[in-house]
Structure formats: structure tokens, C-alpha cells
């Protein structure tokens, strides 16, 4: 039996303009959306990385614009959101999935720390909306997707600052999801729990085993399981979803 989203093209000649597109979750989104007909724009800070990702979109005979940008710079999304209308004139999906730790116990947090975190998780998503959101107004038509993470339903020791951009991040999806909706556009966030990324990767076997045992279904999940579910949002089948916010976390934080 097919996939899904292999049984028909979900994306069919749409445009995704993905943050964080170069590696993990934010590549697994780029080649599933390439998959079901979508071209991508592709965001990241790392050359190597979204040069890898543009070769995978293009492997399944997809249009693909690899840009180098900071998000947390607004005048590097506008400059970014130019080159992307000049090559495809349109966008019709957001996914705002860039983001950062710097994870550190409060005491010992500098405001460096703090400030770079906000600035690329929260700031980034602040940035890039309000860019995309005007031409999608104009369109009347839309689909945001913004990558939370149960950090920022739950919190974490040591990771007071990713909790707060994430946290803003579901706040920020709902109100303007409440600001867009009259205008045909739904904004909705994922959160999600414990994913094999390069970023948790780096994480101790100790912590890893003690997250393990938080899980009710035993096992940590997979860039393939956040990217399914971003495909759905940003299709068709979630046309009456706004404002919501849902978590892939195998049950970590029911």
C-alpha cells in the first residue's frame, strides 16, 4: 500500500518557503513537499546544507531556491522574500522551523544567550510572517505552519530561553491565526517532543534514556513524523484548522 501522500499530490504546484530548511526537521519537510509537487524555498544560514536539500527537492523534478539568510534580521527576510517572488512570483506556505539552543541553568545564562535564542526562534518567526503574511493577504489564500516544541508547553530545566521562544511562538500562532483567518489564511503550530536530530544527537546517553522513559510509547520520533503532519497542514485536507496547536510527542506531555 502507498504512502498518503504518495496516492496523490497534496502540494500540486504550490510554493514552501521553509526556515531552518538545510538539515533535520526543516529538510524532511522541503523533500516531502517536493514529493507532492511543491517547489521550495529553502532558508538556512549554512551553504553546504541547503545546497544538500536543493539537490533532494530537484530529485524529484521540482523547482528549488537555496538562499543564505538570518532570520533574525528583517532586512535579510525582505531581501530573501524578493528573490523568492522574482524566481516563483507566489508563496503559498510558510513553515517557520528555524531554530537554536544555547541551554544553560539561569544563574549561569548570559543575556547573550537569552538574546540570541529569542531573537533567531521568536524574532525569525516574527520576521518572516510578517513579510509572507502581506502577499498572502493580497492572495487571500495562505498556509502557516510554525514549529513550537512541548519545551514550550511543559519547560525544561536549562532551557529557560527556548522554553520562552516557544512558548511565544504558540501565543504568537494563535493570535494571528484569530487576525488571518477572515482572509482565507490558517496559521498553525507543531510541537514537537523528543526527535532524532542532529541537535539531539549531541545529548548525553543519560538524558537520553531518562527522556526515553517519559515516552508512553517507548520511542523517540522521527523528522518523517513531524514532516507528515506539516504536509497535511499546510494541504487542503486542514482547510477548517486554524490556531491550533498540536503536539507529535508519543504522548510525553498528555
Known amino acids: 500500500m502507498k504512502r498518503l501522500e504518495e496516492t496523490h499530490m497534496l ?7 521553509i526556515t531552518g530548511g538545510g538539515r533535520g526537521i526543516g529538510r524532511e519537510i522541503a523533500v516531502i513537499f517536493a514529493r507532492n509537487g511543491a517547489d521550495i524555498v529553502i532558508c538556512d544560514l549554512n551553504t553546504a546544507d541547503i545546497d544538500e536539500t536543493n539537490r533532494q527537492v530537484e530529485a524529484h ?3 528549488a531556491l537555496a538562499i543564505t539568510c538570518d532570520i533574525s534580521c528583517l532586512c535579510e527576510v525582505e531581501q530573501a522574500i524578493k528573490k523568492a517572488l522574482d524566481k516563483f512570483k507566489k508563496i503559498d506556505i510558510l513553515i517557520n522551523n ?3 539552543t544555547k541551554d544553560n541553568l539561569l544563574l549561569r545564562m548570559t543575556e547573550s544567550d537569552w538574546d540570541k535564542v529569542i531573537a533567531v526562534n521568536l524574532k525569525g518567526v516574527f520576521n518572516c510572517t510578517k513579510v509572507i503574511s502581506r502577499l498572502m493577504l ?6 502557516i505552519v510554525n514549529i513550537s516544541s512541548i519545551i514550550g508547553i511543559r519547560g525544561n530545566a536549562g ?3 527556548y522554553a520562552a521562544s516557544k512558548a511565544g511562538i504558540i501565543g504568537f500562532t494563535k493570535s ?3 487576525e488571518l483567518a477572515s482572509r482565507g489564511i ?5 510541537a514537537p517532543g523528543f526527535i532524532e536530530t542532529g541537535m539531539t544527537a549531541k545529548l548525553s546517553d543519560e538524558i537520553r534514556e531518562r527522556m526515553l522513559k517519559e515516552i508512553p510509547l517507548a520511542k523517540f520520533g522521527t523528522t518523517a513524523d513531524v514532516a507528515k503532519l506539516a504536509l497535511f497542514l499546510a494541504s487542503e485536507e486542514s482547510n477548517y484548522i486554524t490556531g491550533q496547536v498540536i503536539q507529535i510527542d508519543g504522548g510525553m506531555a498528555m
Not at 11 to 16: D, P, T
Not at 138 to 143: C, F, H
Not at 186 to 190: S, T
Request: a positive charge.
Open 11 to 17: 502540494l500540486n504546484n504550490k510554493v514552501a518557503l
Open 61 to 63: 523534478q521540482r523547482k
Open 98 to 100: 528555524a531554530g537554536i
Open 138 to 143: 493580497k492572495q487571500k489564500s495562505g498556509k
Open 159 to 161: 532551557q529557560a530561553n
Open 176 to 178: 494571528i491565526a484569530r
Open 186 to 190: 490558517n496559521v498553525n503550530a507543531i
